[in-house]
């Protein structure tokens, strides 16, 4: 740790064995009198992405009103607070997430994740001869990428472990990331939070599992590690700083204990289900955990970048913290029960809840002249509209926050089956990627 003139270089780490803490923005990494080349090396733009399976019962969702007048709707209750910072878009379509051809009847889900950030038709295939498109969050973050130590962070909640058919004629490749690096790579997703805390947090220098793991049987922290330099530069910080590291510290501790306290109680007795050991077990302590971490890979900028599958197409979970006994994907497929649709809809609602978690936890986090939500931009949404129908048109999705610079506080209605894609070609733009075409895209969006 070196410090210039009373000034912190903006990439300053706190090191221990095992165990490198990167630090916050600080006002003492940003002095008035600095002009740096370039501004986004002070106050950097993210890009997030929060992905929904199986489809969204729609009326619920779609405001009738269009422009800044809009209502927020049942399931958009939960963003209120956030209501001048999203845009509601309607009307955009996953083209390439249909059916193109007779042979490819069935298949509406692996395409639908495999499309939904490439805006490319997947290659029907139960091999390992896999293709379809490299994804607009990796293009983001070739260029985000060469300024952080991660260059992004993709994480799941369900299992991403799962090999062979998924549905017919599609290997679960296309099913199990939603991120490709190149038409034929496609990038792990991480759900064991203990494994993205350690992709954050432990010293990427450092080959020694055997301290990681003598540190977990300790009960011990990475901030344990790290106590010494972590002092010294405390005294060397004004009061503003020095709270603001307290807070950031306070965090990473919160997070850690989570995760411990989740390995604790999988080495219990508990009936089996699809999660590993170490996972908590209620989906919404799981979701806010790596919502959690997320907010941490911003703070620390380790990456600006991530991608966050909160279901798997597909999926089988039972909500029961709903009081949902039924499997969600088959509940999708509701054919006009309005049972089925009630339940649905709750289950809508608790993925809007924990956006809301991870947008407040951003516009609680200070980030330079403002705060981590002012500073980042996040696509949620799903590659399909209608669950019982399989429809990829008319998509429920949103753009919230600050990043990107766009005009929020407003329903957008694009004319019915516009490329998501053009949305993608404005957003590599603002995110400082040069194109002028991106998957199935036919032009560009201006917002």
């Not at 219990?268 to 077990?281: C, H, Q, Y």
Request: proline letters at 6%; hydrophobic letters at 35%.
């Amino acid at each position: 740790m070196m410090l210039f003139n009373k000034t912190i270089p903006r990439r300053t780490f706190l090191r221990g064995a095992s165990a490198v803490i990167a630090l916050p923005l600080l006002d003492a990494m940003t002095p008035a009198s600095a002009k740096p080349n370039d501004p986004a090396d002070l106050y950097p733009q993210r890009f997030s992405t929060a992905y929904v399976p199986n489809g969204i019962i729609m009326n619920k969702w779609t405001p009738a009103t269009e422009g800044a007048a809009f209502e927020m709707t049942p399931t958009l209750g939960p963003l209120t607070p956030f209501r001048n910072k999203l845009m509601v878009m309607s009307g955009l379509a996953h083209n390439n997430a249909r059916a193109l051809v007779a042979d490819e009847a069935g298949g509406f889900h692996p395409r639908a994740s495999s499309v939904f950030l490439t805006g490319a038709h997947p290659k029907r295939t139960e091999g390992a001869d896999f293709r379809v498109g490299t994804s607009v969050d990796q293009m983001i973050a070739r260029e985000a990428g060469k300024k952080t130590q991660l260059t992004s962070l993709e994480l799941a909640i369900d299992s991403t472990d799962i090999l062979g058919v998924c549905d017919t004629g599609y290997t679960c490749a296309y099913s199990n990331t939603l991120c490709w690096r190149t038409p034929t790579t496609p990038v792990p997703m991480l759900n064991h939070p203990r494994e993205v805390f350690e992709r954050l947090f432990g010293d990427a220098n450092s080959t020694d599992r055997a301290a990681k793991i003598s540190r977990m049987h300790e009960d011990r922290s990475v901030l344990d590690y790290v106590r010494q330099s972590a002092s010294s530069l405390m005294n060397r910080l004004g009061p503003a700083d020095g709270q603001k590291l307290v807070d950031y510290f306070d965090a990473v501790r919160s997070v850690e204990r989570r995760i411990q306290m989740a390995e604790e109680q999988s080495s219990r007795d508990l009936p089996t289900f699809e999660r590993p050991a170490g996972v908590p077990a209620k989906y919404t302590e799981h979701t806010k955990l790596m919502f959690d971490l997320e907010v941490l890979a911003f703070q620390s900028d380790m990456t600006r970048v991530t991608t966050f599958m909160m279901g798997r197409e597909q999926g089988t979970r039972v909500f029961d913290e709903l009081g949902i006994a039924d499997a969600y994907h088959p509940l999708t497929h509701h054919q006009g029960d309005s049972v089925k649709i009630s339940k649905v809809t709750k289950i809508d609602l608790l993925h809007t809840q924990l956006l809301a978690y991870f947008l407040e936890r951003l516009n609680s986090t200070p980030d330079g002249d403002g705060s981590l939500l002012d500073h980042t931009l996040t696509i949620y949404g799903c590659c399909i509209s209608d669950g019982n129908m399989h429809l990829n048109h008319d998509l429920p999705v949103l753009l919230i926050g600050g990043g990107g610079k766009l005009t929020m506080g407003r329903h957008v209605r694009v004319p019915q089956h516009t490329p998501m894609s053009n949305l993608y070609v404005t957003l590599l733009n603002r995110f400082g990627v040069s194109a002028d075409s991106f998957g199935d895209s036919n032009g560009k969006l201006d917002l």
